[in-house]
């Protein structure tokens, strides 16, 4: 059983940035696959970033590539999103997610579906 809680979320100008933060709890945490997702109102939650249980492998959403660094540090349970130059289609609540299955495919890791476990989400406002 891993419990997410997300940080990090506020407000701030087009180009600023912000750093989120997930805490978990549990054991296995070091070996769960985990992810940044993202909704904003009247749209479905959309993909981020996702980072392997070593922190060796990671995949960002095109919109995100060269802006947002995802890392995680499995000493202290916690997993990060950097996010610079910020824009105002970046205003959403940013979810943090986890998954044990350390073997399945980062394609298949754009899919909500693939994570079993969620934080309650962060507010993140950019406002132009």
């Known amino acids: 059983q891993v419990q997410l809680v997300e940080s990090g979320g506020g407000q701030v100008q087009a180009g600023g940035s912000l750093r989120l933060s997930c805490a978990a709890s549990?054991?296995?945490?070091?070996?769960?696959?985990m992810g940044w997702f993202r909704q904003a109102p009247g749209k479905e939650r959309e993909f981020v970033a996702v980072i392997s249980w070593d922190g060796h492998t990671t995949f960002y959403e095109d919109s995100v590539k060269g802006r947002f660094t995802i890392s995680r540090d499995n000493a202290k349970n916690m997993m990060y999103l950097q996010m610079n130059s910020l824009k105002p289609e970046d205003t959403a609540v940013y979810y943090c997610?986890?998954?044990?299955?350390?073997?399945?495919?980062?394609?298949?890791?754009?899919?909500?579906?693939?994570?079993?476990?969620w934080g309650q989400g962060t507010q993140v406002t950019v406002s132009s």
């Open positions: 549990g054991r296995t945490f070091s070996r769960y696959v």
């Open positions: 997610a986890a998954d044990p299955d350390e073997y399945m495919g980062f394609s298949s890791r754009i899919k909500p579906i693939s994570y079993e476990y």
